[in-house]
């Protein structure tokens, strides 16, 4: 039997098409969203592997960082021990300086103050001699030696005293350089500790990371390394210099006492034999004053001698120039020339010629005397002099040149 079937209605055609738009619009979103799944799965996995990636590399770049952060930090600090030892060295060395410029200083003070003093004094002490004394010996020429050569050696103190503080001068600068650096140094040191110490759970983290643009910053690391290279090396070089001039100074304020020492010995030995023959000429002169006091004693007792011999002949001569004019009275014939008149002229004529003689020798002997006497005078007016020079070198230029004593220490 044959059925036969009605033909479909018009609205049922258009279902089924959009049953099919349907079925393909929900197979296009199925299709659509299989394709994003996917895509956002690849893109979870990408995700995954690039955070992971990143994850190692920013982990690789703080590790880099903090071992950068260390060795820094380390490089730092051995430089700071660096400038530290080397500031101290400087800093000793601006005390011991200071301690050779006092040296100097004391001692051109003491030249000044006392030596080249107690010096001029002795030198104007022998000029109070006396006379024949008073001339330009070996003393007075030492003396000056001594003088000029004191003056001589206040000025080297004074140069050495000039150079001494130039020397702290420049290690000053230099400490001062140094001070400046290590501060900086300190600072970045501690900025460095205090990132080395930062940690990502650390509160008061920033985003603003304040860098400074490249063509502001005034040094690169290698720019900072020669400068500090270049101070150390500096300073070390006016270590060494001022070390070297602290030896010379030695030295020089060694050899100035030597030389002070010999000369002071040269002029005490001078002195030494000058007193000497100051010594030996007074007791010379002395003995001659002896000698000569006893001559004018003995003149003196012959004076008196021949002055009663002449007083003795008086008598005589007055006896026999009387019985010669008693005998004139004779009368007549009596009168004449017999052996007594011979015998009395003759006795007189004796008297008188012992008697002028005697006259003779006594205006000599005064003569003598009066020469004997202004020798005494003279001889005690050396014997003053002698005296006097003789004070002078051995109790007042001694006693004054006691207090001379060269010492630097």
């Known amino acids: 039997m044959t059925v036969q079937t009605s033909p479909k209605p018009t609205n049922m055609i258009s279902i089924d098409a959009k049953n099919r738009d349907w079925l393909q619009f929900s197979s296009a ?17 990408d995700v995954a592997k690039v955070i992971d990636a990143y994850e190692t590399s920013v982990a690789s770049h703080r590790t880099s960082t903090e071992h950068a952060l260390a060795v820094n930090i380390g490089d730092i600090r051995f430089r700071i021990g660096e400038i530290s030892n080397v500031k101290a060295n400087l800093e000793s060395e601006i005390a011991s300086l200071e301690l050779y410029r006092k040296r100097a200083s004391d001692f051109c003070a003491y030249l000044e103050r006392e030596a080249i003093v107690i010096v001029r004094k002795c030198l104007q002490i022998r000029q109070n ?6 001339y330009r010996d070996s003393v007075d020429q030492e003396l000056t030696t001594e003088c000029a050569l004191l003056d001589d050696i206040i000025c080297l103190m004074v140069r050495l005293q000039q150079q001494a503080s130039e020397h702290m001068r420049r290690l000053k600068r230099l400490v001062f350089v140094l001070n400046n650096d290590l501060r900086d140094k300190d600072v970045s040191v501690t900025l460095d500790e205090t990132n080395a110490q930062l940690k990502q759970e650390s509160l008061l983290l920033s985003l603003d990371a304040r860098k400074l643009p490249i063509d ?19 300073s070390n070089r006016e270590l060494y210099t001022c070390r070297q001039y602290r030896a010379l100074v030695d030295l020089l304020l060694k050899q100035t006492v030597e030389h002070l020492d010999r000369q002071r010995e040269v002029v005490d030995e001078s002195l030494t034999r000058k007193i000497e023959e100051y010594q030996a000429a007074k007791v010379k002169l002395e003995n001659q004053h002896s000698e000569t006091l006893r001559s004018i004693i003995d003149l003196t007792n012959t004076i008196s ?14 006896l026999a120039h009387s019985r010669l004019g008693n005998r004139s009275d004779r009368p007549g014939i009596e009168l004449v020339r017999d052996e007594v008149d011979a015998r009395l002229e003759l006795e007189i004529d004796h008297l008188q010629t012992y008697t002028l003689h005697l006259q003779s020798l006594l205006a000599e ?12 005078h ?18 007042d230029c001694a006693v004054v040149r006691m207090g001379l004593k060269y010492n630097v220490y």
Request: aromatic share 2%; charged share 30%; hydrophobic share 30%.
């Open 216 to 234: 502001t910053r005034k040094f690169s690391h290698e720019e900072n390394t020669q400068v500090t290279k270049a101070t150390l090396r500096d």
């Open 305 to 318: 001698d021949l002055d009663k011999a002449i007083q003795d002949k008086r008598g005589p001569m007055m």
């Open 378 to 395: 003279e001889l005690e007016e050396n014997i003053n002099v002698k005296s006097n020079s003789l004070k002078l070198d051995q109790v």
């Open 29 to 45: 979103i199925y299709t659509r969203t299989q394709t994003r799944t996917k895509q956002c799965q690849s893109l979870l996995l």
């Open 129 to 134: 001699r006396q006379c024949v004394d008073l």
């Open 365 to 376: 002997a005064k003569a003598t005397l009066r020469n004997l006497t202004k020798v005494q």
